[in-house]
């Protein structure tokens, strides 16, 4: 998934959005190019791709008063677009994946494949898919890890490397198994060791004597 | 990145000395052996001293050392007290390990008294269940070895597991038993010391309150009195435990080789003082989201936890420590399982009539193919240690009630414990996979117990304890 949103100022009118997860969803041209200003959000995007980005922006796409240049340069943006689309596959640059989407016991495991050099490899953890409060484990480009001692609820995992997204979220659900059956299988295992003792001791007495 | 807490060539050095050492142990100890039972059964004269270390040390494995941290990590709180309860296997053996003695003085193998007791048939389906286990508790070990090894210093897992099935066999293969016990001793010195030493450096090293902060934001499970399957565990472990001792050939022939009045002490002592050994082990796991440590696989926990907290000298004892358990357990467990084989398939089996000189030496090729097969089947390292070892639940505690009821009732048919047994693993296999592997034992024990005591009530058959001194004088 790749995502570019550009926006006004406070004062802004309209908004371009681009989505390379296969198709554009919507953009609209700004009314007032002078004022535009760009913010950016890219999820996954492989090298030549986010250096293609990299020159389009460097070429006074968001700076340009000219409204001509600047439908080239939106022109050269859908083109990413349609490219992006093409290539699904490779707009992640980690493979992070989880040995189950539903726990009964709060634990799995989280392994990943990284085919880019890592300066700062991150698994992030949050409770929503916004991630705006994570916990953040640093972790080696190819690995594993295993998360234990979690709560009921949804957990959303990803790898971001030096604050950059570079991987799908992952998300594993945690429903822990109810306690009626846990305290079901905690009197059985009572009853059972109360029976052991007293066939032993009853036993051994009898040998006795 | 993995951090490793030992150079590689370090480690290779320990596993080379240690290995050289208990090898030569083997060696030495092997020259007095002139019989069979002076090589299964260590003369049938062992002390209280060296009883209650040889029990306590094959008792503390790896698993002890690696797998109870591994519990803790997943179930918390809960998984570090279950796991401890395993001591309860060693306390209840103790009146067992005393009535074996007295019902087969002359008897080999835990499956001689099954034989005897319950006819052929019940013997059959209780070698599988025990060759089964022991198989899983091997390839356990094997695994744990190299872990141990990889997680510590980096060494790929196959040299480590490769080294320590070697440097076992080889020393087990020279001494039999008697090398087995001695080296059980030292390494039960080695292991109390270690350990004291590392709870006291873990003590001096962690902020109490930092961990628990910690793990109530990260983990909060792990501290949660509440958590359902950390509470299906706790019994489940019981019973597994008790499964494995009850029924295995490792604590039969050590009752076998213990002198008269000796097994049922030292069983009991070895149970106090193995108890708190899994609290200090698998204490050590919380300490990990505190100190920021990546765990890849749960059964690595123990040494990355340590290797971090203690620094090198640290990971050199933790090295040790573990190595030394692995080695006690690894090397009791082929040997009794080599009898086993010797006794129950080779002789039982495939070669009635052979001398007692035959047998010797076919439990030599045995051990060597054991330990060939349980390389072979640790290459792959198909899933955690837990896993694997409470798989193996299933089928242990379906053998409880046979043994408990088989020494001490007169009541339990050969028919109702076959039945109890098949149906035992069947339903906790069931269980295993379908809620998971802390209810394993549970079921499989109950219901062995309900089918035992209803088919013997419907046979109605009574069996004569004399049958038994019959049976065994002829062995």
């Known amino acids: 998934m790749f995502s570019a949103t550009y926006a006004h100022n406070e004062s802004a009118r309209t908004a371009l959005k681009l989505d390379f997860s296969g198709l554009v969803t919507y953009y609209q041209l700004p009314l007032s190019m002078s004022e535009l200003q760009l913010q950016t959000a890219i999820k996954g995007l492989n090298g030549s791709i986010k250096s293609l980005f990299h020159w389009a922006d460097a070429g006074g796409f968001i700076c340009s008063s000219n409204r001509a240049f600047f439908l080239q340069r939106l022109l050269w943006l859908l083109w990413l677009t349609l490219f992006a689309a093409t290539a699904p596959a490779r707009a992640a640059e980690a493979n992070l994946t989880a040995s189950t989407d539903v726990s009964n016991e709060g634990y799995f495991v989280l392994s990943w494949q990284s085919d880019t050099d890592a300066d700062e490899l991150l698994l992030q953890q949050a409770n929503s898919t916004d991630f705006n409060e994570t916990i953040d484990r640093s972790v080696s480009e190819a690995g594993a890890v295993t998360i234990t001692g979690l709560g009921d609820g949804d957990y959303y995992f990803r790898l971001t490397n030096s604050g950059q997204t570079i991987s799908e979220s992952i998300h594993v659900a945690v429903q822990h198994h109810s306690l009626a059956r846990a305290g079901s299988f905690f009197l059985l295992g009572l009853v059972l060791f109360s029976i052991l003792i007293i066939t032993i001791l009853t036993g051994n007495r009898r040998t006795v004597s | ?180 016990i001695a080296t059980d001793f030292v390494q039960t010195i080695i292991i109390i010391t270690g350990v004291i030493f590392i709870a006291y450096l873990v003590i001096q090293n962690v902020g109490f309150e930092q961990m628990h902060t910690d793990l109530q934001t990260e983990r909060p499970m792990l501290l949660d009195l509440l958590f359902p399957a950390a509470i299906m565990f706790l019994f489940n472990n019981l019973l597994f435990g008790v499964g494995e001792i009850f029924h295995s050939n490792v604590w ?224």
């Open chain 2, 1 to 180: 990145m993995q951090e490793i807490a030992l150079s590689p060539s370090v480690a290779l050095i320990i596993l080379v000395i240690f290995g050289l050492v208990w090898i030569a142990f083997g060696y030495l100890l092997g020259r007095s052996n002139k019989t069979l039972e002076d090589y299964m059964l260590a003369g049938r004269n062992v002390g209280l001293a060296f009883a209650t270390a040889t029990a306590m040390a094959t008792w503390v494995t790896s698993n002890t050392t690696m797998t109870a941290p591994q519990v803790t990590y997943e179930l918390g709180v809960w998984g570090m007290v279950g796991y401890s309860l395993g001591a309860v296997g060693l306390l209840l053996f103790a009146p067992l390990a005393k009535r074996i003695k007295q019902l087969l003085p002359h008897g080999f193998t835990s499956g001689d008294f099954i034989r005897e007791r319950y006819g052929v048939v019940a013997w059959r389906v209780f070698l599988v269940i025990s060759l089964f286990y022991a198989f899983g508790w091997l390839i356990s070990l094997g695994m744990a070895g190299g872990i141990l090894v990889n997680a510590l210093s980096g060494i790929p897992y196959h040299v480590g597991m490769t080294t320590i099935l070697v440097v076992c066999v080889s020393y087990t293969l020279l001494g039999g038993l008697k090398a087995v």
């Open chain 2, 252 to 475: 039969w022939s050590r009752a076998f080789a213990f002198r008269q009045d000796t097994g049922a002490r030292a069983y009991f002592i070895a149970g106090l003082f193995w108890l708190p050994i899994p609290i200090v082990a698998g204490f050590i796991a919380l300490a990990a989201p505190s100190l920021g440590i990546n765990v890849p696989s749960s059964d690595m926990v123990g040494p990355l936890v340590s290797g971090r907290i203690l620094g090198t000298t640290g990971a050199i004892v933790v090295f040790i420590v573990v190595f030394s358990a692995l080695a006690s357990s690894l090397d009791s467990l082929l040997a009794a399982t080599a009898d086993l084989i010797t006794q129950d398939i080779y002789r039982g089996h495939i070669n009635p009539g052979a001398s007692d000189e035959k047998c010797f030496r076919a439990g030599r090729i045995i051990i060597l193919l054991l330990g060939l097969t349980t390389w072979i089947l640790c290459v792959p390292r198909l899933t955690t240690l837990a896993s694997l070892l409470y798989f193996t639940g299933a089928f242990v505690a379906s053998a409880i009630w046979p043994i408990v009821f088989g020494l001490y009732y007169k009541w339990a048919s050969g028919t109702a414990a076959t039945l109890a047994m098949l149906s035992g693993t069947c339903l906790g296999l069931l269980a295993y996979f379908t809620i998971g592997y802390y209810v394993a034992a549970v079921a499989s024990c109950a219901v062995s117990l309900l089918v035992i005591v209803l088919v013997s009530k419907i046979e109605n058959k009574t069996f004569d304890f004399d049958e038994l001194s019959r049976g065994d004088k002829a062995l």
